[in-house]
């Protein structure tokens, strides 16, 4: 029972590069999300998709884009990655919150250096 | 934009002690969640609290809701060092989480 799977776990990039981080749930989940997570500053949602071929911003989106051409994947950019996108990256998604409060599952995160 | 302010930021005790840790919000919640986190893992969900006044029992921690629902509380009644890891409220429906407690029982 994977739950959601991130990848890469770990990755270490030079300013300017790009890459893209994976997140697959096999729990037929119509939302997922990206998180990222600094000290002191808990997760800040940088975008969110309510379903299949849909994206939205969250809080901190700027230098990300995302895509979900798959309801089990969502795909999270970094264009030219910067030093201060050094983070740990959370995906997790969830049943449906119009359904009311329904948990939201985290894969165990993606550590990334832009050194 | 709802904020969340955590308190305390840090908080290390010994087993066998009570504590109680705080969530509290700018505005109203429309119901909050409370999560659980160990290093090198994503949160995994406590509980959720949706109704004013609400007192929800897990074992040796209880959550409360405000009565305007604008704060929650957690509280651990005999620490565990297996309670050791970061604590997380977070608002549902706006998706944003406050900064965590985290917490370190000492055997």
Redesign the interface.
């Known amino acids: 029972n994977a739950g ?1 799977t991130q990848t890469p776990k770990f990755r270490v990039l030079k300013t300017g590069q790009s890459m893209t981080l994976l997140c697959a749930q096999d729990m037929n989940h119509e939302y997922m ?1 990206w ?1 990222r997570q600094d000290p ?6 940088i975008h ?1 998709s309510v379903g299949e071929g849909t994206t939205a911003k ?2 901190v989106p700027d230098g990300y884009n995302v895509s979900r051409l798959k309801k089990q994947n969502f795909l999270l950019g970094l264009e030219s990655a910067a030093p201060s996108q050094t983070s740990v990256y ?1 995906c ?1 998604s969830s049943l449906d ?1 119009g359904r ?2 329904q ?2 599952h ?4 993606t550590r990334l250096s832009i050194l | 934009t709802q904020l969340l302010e955590q308190s305390p930021q840090f908080l290390s005790i010994q087993e066998g002690e009570n504590l109680t840790v705080y969530c509290n919000s700018s505005s109203v919640f429309s119901s909050l969640q409370w999560y659980r986190q160990e290093p090198g893992e994503g949160p995994v969900l406590l509980v959720t609290v949706v109704t004013g006044g609400e007192v929800k029992k897990l074992k040796r921690l209880t959550f409360q809701f405000g009565d305007a629902r604008k704060d929650s509380s957690l509280h651990i009644t005999a620490a565990q060092t297996g309670d050791t890891g970061l604590y997380l409220c977070a608002g549902v429906r706006d998706m944003r989480f406050g900064a965590g407690t985290r917490l370190t029982v000492k055997p």
């Open positions: 959601v999300y998180y002191g500053m808990g997760l800040r949602l969110y969250g809080e959370f997790a919150r009311g409060n948990p939201q985290f894969g165990d995160g």
